[in-house]
């Protein structure tokens, strides 16, 4: 995981993780990262403080600090709960409903779900609400025939 401190089109500074620099530049580009202030996708990563660690010790030894950032908003004390904005947070959680409703109130089909989809699809079986595994490719030839799938999202906390 990658933090980087980020900064808007008006200036407004924050912090995000991500899962590599690659994973940042993807989700800038389609706009997933924006701003808790004012809610801009037009984010750029801002100037940051390496964290060095020393040989000796294995501790880490701050580098030179940068000049600090005027902050224009309310500014957050530094701690583990300002690492996700409350946004990010509330989020977290409607995708948590989401997918809990979806487990809840669907049939898990495992791997049989393009087939199944195609069933009920071209009217072999009766429609009710399904959820499995496809691969992208798999994916993308349902949606090329005609037949809606979308991905369950993936929580950060399920990978742990």
Same mark, same amino acid.
């Given at each position: ?108 089909? *495992? /791997?049989?779900?393009?087939? =199944? +989809? &195609? ?6 079986? %009766?429609?009710? $609400? !399904?959820? *499995? /595994?496809?691969?992208?490719? =798999? +994916? &993308? ?6 037949? %809606?799938?979308? $991905? !369950? ?8």
């Amino acid at each position: 995981m990658i933090r980087y401190a980020l900064r808007c089109e008006r200036d407004h500074t924050f912090e995000s993780w991500f899962q590599s620099s690659s994973a940042y530049e993807s989700q800038v580009k389609r706009k997933l990262v924006e701003c808790p202030t004012c809610g801009s996708t037009k984010v750029e990563k801002a100037i940051m403080a390496p964290r060095i660690v020393s040989k000796k010790g294995r501790e880490a030894v701050p580098a030179p600090a940068a000049p600090a950032p005027v902050p224009t908003q309310e500014v957050i004390p530094p701690g583990p709960t300002s690492l996700l904005m409350a946004q990010e947070r509330e989020l977290r959680a409607k995708l948590k409903e989401l997918r809990d409703h979806i487990v809840k109130n669907a049939d898990d089909v *495992g /791997e049989r779900f393009p087939t =199944e +989809a &195609r069933k009920m699809h071209y009217g072999e079986t %009766e429609h009710r $609400p !399904i959820y *499995g /595994e496809a691969s992208l490719d =798999e +994916a &993308r030839e349902l949606i090329e025939e005609g037949i %809606e799938v979308a $991905p !369950i999202p993936v929580l950060p906390d399920d990978r742990n």
